[in-house]
């Protein structure tokens, strides 16, 4: 969601800014911008609505812009439509668009500023004029108002504004008296900073600047960065100095590369077994389950009386397949609840409860507020994270992150498999310190669970079959996705994927409450596909989809081998390898995200940035 980039160092800022830009594409946007200066001149904004192209037509590539430092914007709408005059970055000045700008004060922001109104109108009794609807200029010039009132540097000037600001913000600022240098400041939504030889970058998210350097700062919450070629300088609130330490990012970067598939979601589709993989092996060191890395203790686990999990979207469904599990398993009590709900349920919560947060991104607004709240209410905190060092990952209690490497494409696929894996071991932990299964079901379980890997590689075997059955069901207007108990979970994200990247309208539900109202709009040839991997209900779904292909509809099942009744009773049938029933998810997921893509692919859309989504909801 809105992506910022800054570069200061020896060469030309602009195409490293728009590769950055480039880089950042799968956040999600509408519109984007530069700001790029030459030494001592004034600072060149360029704005281009829609995609990064038409930024880099106008600009040669970059190449048209001279200058040595500069800030760069992809912006997802929140105040005001995407628009030329409401694209970033803004300036302190009485200019909106593109060109040569006098101003002292120029900047990009991502997040939301919520008392942005009331610092408008303090503002504009000031002498300020406006001329987007954003919250950013509004920031801009309320900067510009503390630097020229109190005649005091930008940090200062940047501090006394967060002090006045209510909301999220990651903020990149150059000021026209300082050449070379920019200044940032962030609250709540994520921005890091890259150091290299005689350069600094800065960005949303690591992929931007992978190709530059690995040594990356994480800016804390409320601290402010002052970066010039090579040197990075960080200030708390009160504008005293802090050392942040460095850290050194391991991902290979050709990870954050297409490597010859088409879309990254395809590649990160088939890098499941990897992810898979990785994430176990941190887990399962000799034949055994060990949480000490996430500060899990067998002590911490005996305590518990109850487990909540949040979080938002496919995190969520993760949540809800580990519901099943865990409480199949440790016989514990388990619920789950989205993110953004969190807050108005009155959970009793305590000591003994632990909140799982499940998040890919490490910064989803309502899983953050859901994590701080949790917090606040005494519980035991566990983040499920993907993304090293981000804000929910920092903020817990414990971490248990999860190894798929950067995931671009905005659909999530690796990461969702492997936080799945994840929770499948954390169940199977605590099953064995809660005495709920045997030492030989334990080690039986985890066999099981190394076996994951290779058998989602068995199942990717298949997918040719998938694209010749997506190619069939293109034209649908309606999708249902039903099953039951832990075969429900996976019809949630099953749903989830086809209807986000192929703008398909699908449902997911539970099989047997389709005869309470939805199955009315079940006509000729409607779709509806079966999760059946549960095999004490597998006959129970199976005569639900009997019903709906009464009154027409047209039936695909899931199911593990050996289960060749199905068949009899489907049109279309995906088998996947027999696996201990707990783990089947990680399986069954896999055709559900080959038929989600190959749809998309066939109905020419978008695939890796489906339209209106952004990959790190930063926003609540
Ligand atoms: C869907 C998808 C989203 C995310 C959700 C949470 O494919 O990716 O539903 O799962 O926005 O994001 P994270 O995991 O970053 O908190």
Not at 416 to 430: E, I, K, N
Request: some cysteine; aromatic content about 8%; hydrophobic content about 40%.
């Amino acid at each position: 969601m809105c992506g910022i980039v800054g570069y200061t160092g020896k060469k030309q800022a602009a195409p490293i800014l728009l590769d950055g830009l480039r880089r950042l594409e799968y956040r999600g946007y509408d519109s984007a911008g530069l700001a790029v200066r030459a030494g001592n001149s004034l600072t060149e904004v360029v704005k281009a609505t829609g995609k990064l192209y038409h930024l880099a037509d106008k600009t040669d590539q970059g190449r048209s812009l001279p200058g040595t430092c500069g800030i760069g914007h992809t912006r997802w709408a929140t105040h005001g439509d995407p628009s030329l005059i409401n694209a970033h970055p803004h300036v302190s000045g009485n200019c909106s668009g593109s060109g040569k700008v006098e101003s002292d004060v120029v900047g990009v922001h991502n997040g939301i500023i919520e008392n942005y109104g009331e610092l408008k109108e303090k503002l504009l009794r000031h002498g300020y004029q406006f001329y987007s609807d954003t919250d950013t200029e509004v920031v801009v010039k309320l900067v510009d108002y503390y630097y020229k009132k109190y005649r005091i540097g930008p940090v200062d000037a940047i501090t006394r504004t967060m002090v006045r600001v209510r909301g999220s913000y990651a903020l990149a600022l150059m000021f026209k008296d300082y050449p070379e240098e920019i200044f940032a400041a962030r609250k709540d939504s994520p921005l890091i900073i890259g150091t290299a030889e005689n350069a600094v970058y800065l960005a949303s998210d690591v992929p931007a600047i992978l190709k530059y350097t690995r040594s990356v700062y994480y800016i804390g919450n409320l601290q402010v960065a002052r970066l010039s070629p090579g040197c990075a300088k960080f200030f708390d609130l009160n504008g005293d100095e802090v050392a942040l330490p460095v850290t050194e990012i391991t991902w290979d970067a050709e990870a954050a590369e297409k490597g010859g598939y088409e879309h990254f979601m395809l590649k990160e589709i088939h890098e499941q077994p990897a992810a898979v993989r990785d994430t176990l092996n941190s887990l399962i060191k000799e034949g055994r389950i060990d949480l000490t890395a996430a500060g899990i203790t067998d002590e911490i686990i005996r305590s518990l009386s109850q487990i909540v999990i949040t979080a938002c979207g496919s995190a969520w469904h993760v949540g809800m397949a580990a519901q099943y599990v865990i409480e199949d398993m440790v016989e514990i009590p388990v619920r789950v609840e989205l993110a953004s709900e969190f807050r108005y349920r009155s959970m009793p919560l305590n000591e003994n409860t632990l909140v799982i947060v499940i998040s890919q991104s490490g910064e989803t607004a309502d899983s953050l507020a859901a994590l701080r709240l949790a917090k606040e209410r005494g519980a035991i905190t566990l983040a499920v994270v993907n993304v090293v060092g981000s804000t929910i990952a920092r903020e817990a209690d414990h971490v248990l992150y999860t190894l798929a490497g950067p995931e671009i494409a905005v659909a999530t696929t690796k990461a969702y498999s492997a936080q799945l894996a994840a929770l499948d071991a954390f169940a199977v932990q605590m099953a064995l310190v809660k005495g709920t299964v045997s030492r030989e079901q334990y080690g039986h379980m985890i066999e099981e669970l190394l076996g994951i890997p290779d058998k989602i590689g068995r199942v990717l075997e298949d997918k040719e079959r998938l694209q010749w059955f997506s190619s069939k069901i293109a034209n649908a207007h309606d999708i249902f996705f039903i099953g039951r108990g832990l075969d429900y979970a996976i019809s949630l994200e099953g749903s989830l994927k086809m209807k986000e990247i192929s703008y398909i309208h699908s449902e997911a539900y539970a099989a047997g409450e389709l005869k309470h109202g939805t199955i009315s709009l079940i006509e000729k040839n409607t779709l509806v596909i079966g999760v059946l991997t549960q095999s004490r209900m597998i006959e129970k779904t199976i005569a639900n989809m009997a019903e709906c292909k009464s009154r027409g509809a047209y039936l695909m099942g899931i199911t593990t081998n050996g289960n060749f009744a199905v068949e009899d009773s489907v049109n279309f049938t995906v088998y996947i390898p027999k696996t201990d029933e707990h783990f089947v998810s990680s399986l069954a997921v896999v055709p559900l995200q080959l038929l989600g893509y190959y749809t998309s692919v066939n109905r020419g859309l978008d695939v890796d940035k489906p339209r209106n989504l952004a990959k790190s909801v930063t926003v609540e």
